[in-house]
């Protein structure tokens, strides 16, 4: 028997999404949501205009880019852009984890465009210098899935024919954005913000907007997708007149996590924190020979959405999916860590949060833990298997 952790953590979530509330957040913090109002009155339109400027003011975003708030959180901001955006010129996708290849569905599927597609094994990225900018790109930042993220904008030209469509939604507030690289970028307040699912973010740079007001697609388009007018921009989107009704609840849940943003230092502290949250659990790996990072390249490894996978010596592969899930069951019953298994594709292991609003302190007391329940499940491994 391996000796129980004294230490527990303060909170024992680590899911990937939704993500930890910021540590300051109570429940009572909501008693000024704008409930029972419509988010069309006065007050109404001023509380998510007032959101739309923090997300400006804390990412950075240049006074060029539009930000609007959308239904159906980063998914539908996603499709949002692929709907109105793409056919005008050639596609290409970079899918190398689950939300990558679900957009190039989207992309080949639906709207049926033939596409140059690039792909890589969980835990790798494509090989990013064969994309060609002349076309549009389809791509995410961070992979949620895979724990894997491109280094940088760098690969992407300043200067290009195409658009850049920009899956951010486990990036935007824990990595710095080069938004003079990217034409629709889109995220959901679940994530890195710890707030409330249903609702996404689209930004969008004045190359998007050309596009959208010369280029009508050739399959019909949603009501929840459209962002012309008349063959304009809807402006009315961008200055929090949304498509339909948003959650004031969530707005103002939104607001409050903002708020906590600024408060710990603006994105250079949200950066900060998260990095700082990773490198806790890669101390912890880099020390033991079991487990491993599922992304190999230090690079382009995640500081958000950390996954890790097991090497053990005499598990063989059809048994490490039930390996893993007894881990992970093992901390939920302890009630250390909650949701941390990995995605239901990608390879069986751990996947724990590592953003912004998780507290470092958090995820020492977790470490431990993970230890303690592979120790126990490595030895009813092998007493099961001794008593085959």
């Not at 230490?7 to 949501?33: D, H, I, M, Y």
């Not at 889109?186 to 930004?203: D, M, R, V, Y």
């Not at 009630?335 to 302190?361: F, K, N, Q």
Request: hydrophobic share 40%.
């Amino acid at each position: 028997m391996t000796a129980t952790p004294a230490e527990r953590p303060g909170r024992n979530v680590f899911s990937s999404g939704p993500c930890a509330k910021p540590p300051t957040w109570q429940a009572e913090l909501l008693s000024e949501a704008l409930l029972g109002r419509s988010h069309r009155s006065k007050p109404g339109k001023a509380r998510l205009g007032r959101l739309i400027g923090l997300i400006r003011e804390i990412l950075e975003v240049p006074d060029s880019h539009r930000i609007g708030i959308v239904p159906a959180s980063d998914t539908g901001a996603v499709e949002m852009a692929l709907w109105s955006l793409l056919g005008e010129r050639s596609v290409e996708v970079l899918a190398w984890e689950s939300f990558g290849r679900d957009w190039l569905a989207d992309v080949t599927r639906q709207l049926r465009l033939d596409a140059v597609v690039h792909t890589a094994e969980y835990g790798e990225l494509p090989d990013l210098s064969q994309v060609d900018f002349s076309n549009d790109v389809v791509f995410t930042w961070n992979g949620t899935t895979s724990g894997v993220r491109v280094p940088d904008g760098n690969f992407i030209p300043e200067f290009r024919e195409g658009l850049t469509i920009c899956d951010a939604t486990s990036a935007a507030f824990a990595v710095d954005l080069p938004w003079n690289r990217l034409d629709a970028t889109t995220f959901s307040w679940q994530k890195i913000l710890g707030g409330e699912a249903a609702h996404g973010i689209i930004i969008l740079s004045p190359r998007a907007v050309t596009r959208l007001e010369s280029w009508i697609p050739q399959w019909p388009v949603p009501k929840i997708f459209r962002l012309t007018k008349d063959g304009k921009l809807n402006e009315g989107i961008f200055r929090g007149v949304t498509i339909n009704t948003p959650s004031m609840l969530c707005v103002e849940d939104c607001l409050l996590s903002l708020n906590w943003a600024k408060s710990v230092g603006g994105l250079r502290g949200m950066i900060a924190r998260a990095d700082a949250n990773a490198r806790i659990v890669a101390e912890f790996v880099n020390a033991r020979d079991w487990i491993e990072f599922l992304a190999s390249d230090e690079r382009t490894r995640s500081n958000t959405s950390v996954c890790l996978v097991f090497d053990v010596p005499g598990i063989c592969n059809d048994d490490m999916p039930a390996f893993a899930k007894s881990v992970a069951g093992r901390l939920a019953a302890e009630d250390v860590a909650h949701d941390i298994e990995s995605y239901r594709d990608a390879p069986p292991g751990l996947r724990i949060w590592c953003g912004s609003t998780v507290e470092a302190s958090d995820l020492r007391a977790l470490m431990p833990w993970i230890e303690w329940a592979y120790q126990e499940e490595r030895a009813a491994y092998n007493a099961c298997k001794s008593a085959k």
